[in-house]
């Protein structure tokens, strides 16, 4: 075929491969360092599979009974008695044991050995779960495996395309999808399983090109890895696998026997453990299909977990794929990516809770990254392809359209990795968990969260009594920015917080707040708090000890309405961990204990004692 004038002739193959060696280790450090900066880090699913890291190489055992983990009141949840509140780790008879699958725990092992060695550890030396240590190797691996993944997806790009369209598409793969806003910001399932794809897709790819030699033990491992740190990725397993059946028969059995040989092995592990053929997790009857039309729309379109809204440059991918079809190489490849992304949409839709509980965007997508990266790179190759100079004002015009896609991917995920708001969307002014409808939501979508206000609350329960804001009754006055309640107190978490409340009849009085805020001497001096009431300033304060204090704000009448909303703007809110003095990444302001409206008809000020 005659190659369009967008392509670029490359160099000798030597010269070429130290080319794409240096570029390779440039994209490498460049994605390195975005992850690792990116301040966000997801550890729900994932909490204590570093513990099991450290558990495997100190005591060789798969049970966390070695640890000082508190006996819980067994918990039902999940098809199996759990440790409590604490879901991640299941009950075995007496023995505790890591719930989720155990192949990111094994597969981390090195590097939680040389992390070991400086000193990172998720352990304390009383023997407890350190989860700051966790957090820090979670991180850490994370970002180093997704920067990993996007020099492969550039090496795999280099099997069919020119360098900068190679470097363009892998690093748009690596920042405009969920490599970003989910598989870097913690070892979800999804992390490992995803680098460990990606380089199984290359192997098939370069193949199928005839540029390397098929290493079916090879393949085979890799996708017993994909399967033992996920079993969704069973659907790309079988996928592969009849491939190389139908295509690569002469491979087939090595890779088939290899294939069994670890199935063996998993289930040796289940009996010897669990008493059963395959552990808990890896059990079908964790899928219900009870929502599955409700469950297939949302991962799509949803404005807080669909596909299509967190990653719109798949439209462009769509349009490339059916323009330029005929034109595209490797057809079966297409099928079977386009297989298997069908298949995976339509066992997610059976998961329950289907939303994937706390997390960003579309979480339960983040194993398609590498299938629709092949399609890009295959569609691509189709584009560059076309002949004719009539057409390349058509691809120019495409092209442009892609990039506005791209750049909004990028945004969409980087709010992920970078904005804490977003994270904390899962909890305020509603959890997700107990209002999966705010998943549907447009007003609240949670890319937008902390550039926009969530919708006022239905309510604003009246003010009266005095409200002590560290107990669960008084989650009705909390709107936005703040966070859990603590007993006796409750922290605002973010730049601005505000308070909702009624009042039965609009007269002055005075707003009485006991209050402290976060301070650190020497790092963090002091909170500047500016209060306002219904958009209309009111009093500025400057706060410098954590210790609570009662203060009193009159309010005129005319200020106050039938529904009040307080904001309090907190310019100097920080998290303890970019402090250096603690792993909470909450941005703290100040601790609001208690607070209530006194009516009196005094004049407007504002009184400290």
Request: proline share 6%; glycine share 8%; with cysteine.
């Amino acid at each position: 075929m005659k190659q369009s004038s967008l392509t670029i002739h490359d160099a000798p193959l030597s010269s070429r491969n130290n080319v794409d060696a240096f570029i390779a280790g440039g994209i490498f450090i460049l994605a390195y360092l975005v992850f690792s900066l990116s301040p966000i880090h997801q550890l729900t699913d994932s909490n204590y599979s570093m513990l099991l890291s450290e558990n495997l190489l100190h005591h060789r055992s798969f049970q966390l009974d070695h640890y000082a983990i508190p006996r819980l009141t067994p918990t039902w949840h999940d098809n199996n008695f759990k440790n409590g509140a604490m879901y991640q780790i299941e009950l075995i008879g007496p023995h505790l044991y890591y719930y989720f699958p155990p192949g990111s725990s094994i597969l981390s092992i090195p590097y939680v050995a040389w992390m070991n060695l400086f000193g990172v550890t998720a352990t304390n030396l009383d023997n407890s779960y350190n989860p700051e240590g966790e957090t820090r190797i979670q991180a850490g691996l994370a970002a180093l495996l997704m920067a990993g993944l996007a020099t492969v997806f550039f090496f795999t790009a280099r099997l069919l395309l020119p360098l900068r369209w190679s470097i363009v598409i892998s690093l748009g793969a690596a920042f405009g999808t969920q490599l970003w806003s989910t598989a870097s910001r913690a070892l979800w399932t999804d992390t490992w399983a995803i680098f460990l794809l990606g380089i199984g897709i290359y192997v098939v790819l370069a193949n199928a090109l005839c540029r390397r030699k098929l290493n079916p033990v090879l393949l085979a491992s890799l996708l017993a890895c994909v399967y033992l740190v996920r079993p969704t990725n069973s659907i790309a397993v079988v996928a592969i696998s009849l491939y190389v059946f139908l295509f690569r028969r002469d491979q087939f059995l090595a890779l088939a026997g290899t294939g069994f040989f670890w199935v063996g092995t998993l289930i040796g592990y289940s009996f010897y453990h669990f008493h059963q053929l395959l552990p808990n997790y890896f059990l079908p009857g964790r899928l219900s299909f009870s929502s599955f039309w409700t469950a297939f729309t949302g991962n799509l379109i949803s404005p807080s977990r669909g596909l299509l809204v967190y990653v719109p440059v798949l439209f462009f991918i769509g349009f490339l794929l059916v323009r330029y079809r005929k034109a595209a190489p490797q057809p079966r490849l297409i099928l079977l990516a386009l297989t298997v992304i069908c298949l995976h949409l339509i066992i997610i839709a059976g998961f329950t809770p289907w939303n994937g509980g706390f997390s960003y965007g579309p979480r339960y997508t983040t194993g398609l990254v590498p299938w629709f990266f092949l399609l890009t790179i295959l569609s691509f190759r189709g584009l560059l392809e076309t002949p004719g100079a009539k057409q390349q004002w058509r691809i120019r015009t495409t092209l442009s359209a892609g990039v506005v896609l791209l750049v909004l991917s990028i945004f969409l995920n980087a709010r992920g990795a970078i904005s804490y708001e977003t994270w904390m969307w899962n909890i305020w002014p509603t959890s997700v968990d107990k209002v999966p409808a705010k998943i549907w939501d447009w007003r609240q979508p949670q890319f937008l969260a902390g550039l926009v206000r969530p919708p006022e609350p239905a309510t604003f329960p009246y003010l009266g009594e005095r409200v002590k804001f560290g107990v669960p009754e008084s989650d009705a006055y909390a709107w936005y920015g703040w966070s859990w309640g603590e007993g006796s107190f409750r922290w605002s978490d973010g730049k601005e917080a505000a308070l909702v409340f009624g009042l039965a009849k609009r007269e002055e009085g005075n707003l009485v707040m006991r209050l402290g805020a976060f301070v650190v001497p020497g790092k963090l001096n002091q909170q500047n708090l500016e209060v306002y009431i219904n958009d209309k300033p009111i009093q500025k304060l400057v706060l410098t000890e954590e210790a609570s204090k009662e203060y009193s704000v009159n309010l005129a009448g005319d200020l106050l309405h039938d529904k009040n909303i307080l904001v309090f703007k907190l310019p100097n809110a920080t998290s303890p961990q970019s402090l250096g003095v603690g792993s909470d990444q909450r941005r703290l302001g100040i601790r609001l204990e208690s607070f209530e409206f006194r009516p009196q008809n005094v004049r407007y000020a504002l009184a400290c004692r």
